[in-house]
Each structure stands twice: as C-alpha cells, then as structure tokens.
C-alpha cells in the first residue's frame, strides 16, 4: 500500500509561483511513475505533468508547458511541481498519484486509469 500526501498549496496571485510537494510512504518510492493532476470546479479532473521513475523523463500538458516543472527526490520520497507565471485557470485542486509497476524505467503515464494510488489534494487558488 502506498500513502501519498500532498502540501505546498495556497493562494497566489497572477504571475506568482508555488511548489507543490508529494510525500510518499509505503513500499519502494523510487520504482513508481508519478504525476500531477488538477481538477477545478465543475470540470473533470485532467493531466498536468509526469515523470518516469528514473526521473529521466517527463511530460506536460501543453497548458503548463514551459511554466510549470516536476521533478522527484528518492531519497526524500519526495515528488515536486513547481509552478511558475500562475493563471487564474490554473486553480484547482491538485493530486499526485503513484504507477506504482512501471513497464520501463523511462515510461510516463498521462491517464487516470494509469494510477494506482491518489493523495488527498491540494488547493491551488490563483487571483487576478
């Protein structure tokens, strides 16, 4: 069983930043494919950003693209999203979840279904 749980949230304004973090525990961080997702209010929860579990590949949704960068710590069991340039259509709630048999050390994985474990969530609210 893995437990992931997720800190780092707030309110920010436009153009701010906020790092977002992932506390895993349980069996082996380091062998797990990661990622964030977010869902705001009335709309279903989508992709933002992954990472193999080598941490040699990631992957990003075209709308945080070039503003926001994941990474991870396996020593710390720790995965981070740092967000940058912030919109107010970035608010939402923002989960990570854990792939936790990876097929290959570089694979990354965009769709919910890919995920066996969640966290709780993090409210990210961005004002204008």
């Known amino acids: 069983q893995v437990h992931l749980v997720e800190s780092g949230g707030g309110l920010v304004q436009a153009g701010g930043s906020l790092r977002l973090s992932c506390a895993a525990s349980g069996r082996t961080f380091s062998s797990y494919a990661m990622g964030w997702f977010r869902q705001a209010p009335g709309k279903e929860r989508e992709f933002v950003a992954a990472?193999?579990?080598?941490?040699?590949?990631?992957y990003y949704a075209d709308s945080v693209k070039g503003r926001f960068t994941i990474s991870r710590d396996n020593a710390k069991n720790t995965m981070y999203l740092q967000m940058n340039s912030l919109k107010p259509e970035d608010t939402a709630v923002y989960y990570c979840?854990?792939?936790?048999?990876?097929?290959?050390?570089?694979?990354?994985?965009?769709?919910?279904?890919?995920?066996?474990?969640w966290g709780q969530g993090t409210q990210v609210t961005v004002s204008s």
């Open positions: 979840a854990a792939n936790e048999d990876p097929v290959h050390a570089i694979v990354v994985y965009t769709r919910l279904h890919d995920y066996d474990y």
């Open positions: 990472i193999s579990w080598s941490g040699s590949r990631t």
